[in-house]
């Protein structure tokens, strides 16, 4: 059959991942594919000393790829928001199909792009923008497409837990492990995308869309990052069973859709809390399956050159199917097709359980004041520890409580932080048991 001819924008980690497994394995994709797939120009700003490229158009100019008429489908690799979706949108434009990794892109632009690739009759994969080369977006779209998902739970920032797993290990502080980390090569030099949430955000925003029939609302995310959380929280957590994950967590409610990242207590017990290190993660509750866990890499050259490949694979396959008879990219047909009555919770409307911690004077009535400003919001305490008196005469207080609205606990916060005898700022975590029998 007819080659499939690609451009691949970018040749840097990802890029040149992916330049390599089409090159050294083309034999068993095309074979896969039923047609040979062919590296036809390559756009980057500089070449790439891994990949051997000679004997491939390359070009400084990613544009001049999404405008070349020999190219089939455009791989964009160049990351980012502003000048990727331009190159996307060309491409589009220009009748070619698209495969990219940039999660930021798909969840910001995501509507907008696929409603151009829609209107064009052309693809849009993106399996690589979420969790590297594990094919959970496939599994989400097409494997789990009987059931009705109830919720969905991911390690989905390698860098998060690369930093939280040595801070359980080793008892080091945050920004101990944090420069270990940025050393290694595991976080950027400006890692507030990784630690802050943000990236995580952007890949739950695309997971929960196509969980749940939603469009694709990212600004609608609850996004908290991992920075004020202590080796202190972390030993007090594993004593208590439980361990702290960065999670992204989107539940299905009466009232709507949770779409929440933040640091997070999980039992030991469960599946997410051996997920260490860099690797990623994925839980997923469906109603006729169960409970199904998706685990592996979550970035690196190869592993996320896997998932962009696989959709190449895909796309190869479907080139010259009727555009209405293709899986859909959010596994609904087109925005108008979106579930209206799921609109995201804010997250003041959220329940669950908290982790408080406190510094508190060490006198008589303090503990008493604390459960009554709880008890005044309706919280009810499930569990409280009290320390030993630490310098100063301030003693470390522990509480569990039982799930609450978050904008009680706000409200509960506010008052406690006021009190002369409260030191400093209460720390909150939340507490999720993710109950694989829900």
């Known amino acids: ?172 502080a945050f920004d101990d492990v944090l420069a270990e980390a940025q050393a290694l090569g595991y976080a950027e030099a400006d890692p507030t995308f990784d630690v802050e949430g943000i990236d995580a955000a952007h890949k739950l925003t695309i997971l929960a869309s196509i969980a749940f029939g939603v469009p694709l609302q990212f600004d609608k995310a609850y996004t908290e990052g991992i920075s004020r959380v202590t080796a202190e929280d972390v030993e007090q957590a594993d004593q208590l069973g439980y361990i702290i994950k960065h999670l992204g967590l989107s539940k299905r409610t009466e009232k709507g859709l949770e779409l929440r990242v933040h640091p997070t207590l999980i039992p030991k017990e469960r599946l997410l809390a051996s997920v260490h290190g860099v690797k990623n993660a994925i839980a997923v509750m469906g109603d006729a399956v169960g409970p199904t866990l998706y685990y592996g890499a979550g970035a690196g050259a190869e592993p996320t050159a896997s998932a962009v490949v696989a959709d190449l694979l895909d796309v190869a396959r479907d080139i010259t199917t009727e555009h209405h008879y293709r899986v859909p990219y959010l596994a609904f047909s087109g925005i108008d097709e979106a579930d209206g009555s799921l609109p995201i919770l804010p997250m003041e409307d959220i329940v669950t359980a908290y982790y408080l911690r406190l510094l508190a004077v060490d006198r008589p009535g303090v503990l008493a004041r604390v459960a009554t400003i709880l008890s005044e919001q309706g919280i009810s305490i499930e569990a409280i520890i009290q320390k030993e008196a630490t310098e100063g005469e301030l003693v470390p207080i522990i509480l569990m409580t039982h799930r609450t609205r978050e904008q009680n606990m706000n409200e509960a916060i506010r008052q406690l932080e006021s009190l002369a005898d409260i030191a400093g700022p209460v720390t909150r975590i939340r507490v999720e048991a993710l109950d694989e029998q829900e």
């Open 1 to 172: 059959m007819k080659p499939v001819r690609v451009g691949i924008c970018g040749l840097g980690t990802v890029g040149g991942g992916t330049f390599n497994v089409l090159t050294r394995n083309a034999d068993d994709i095309a074979r896969r594919a039923s047609r040979p797939i062919i590296v036809e120009q390559v756009g980057t700003r500089r070449d790439n000393p891994q990949c051997e490229t000679a004997g491939v158009k390359v070009t400084r100019d990613v544009f001049e790829v999404a405008r070349n008429p020999d190219v089939d489908v455009l791989v964009e690799l160049i990351g980012g928001y502003d000048v990727a979706r331009e190159l996307v949108m060309t491409a589009i434009e220009n009748g070619k199909h698209v495969v990219t990794a940039n999660k930021a892109l798909i969840a910001v632009h995501g509507n907008e792009i696929f409603q151009a690739a829609h209107e064009k009759g052309v693809i849009v994969a993106f399996e690589a923008a979420v969790a590297g080369g594990i094919p959970v977006i496939k599994s989400l779209r097409e494997g789990l497409g009987a059931n009705r998902i109830q919720w969905l739970a991911g390690i989905i920032n390698g860098t998060g837990n690369y930093i939280l797993t040595h801070m359980r290990d080793e008892g080091r």
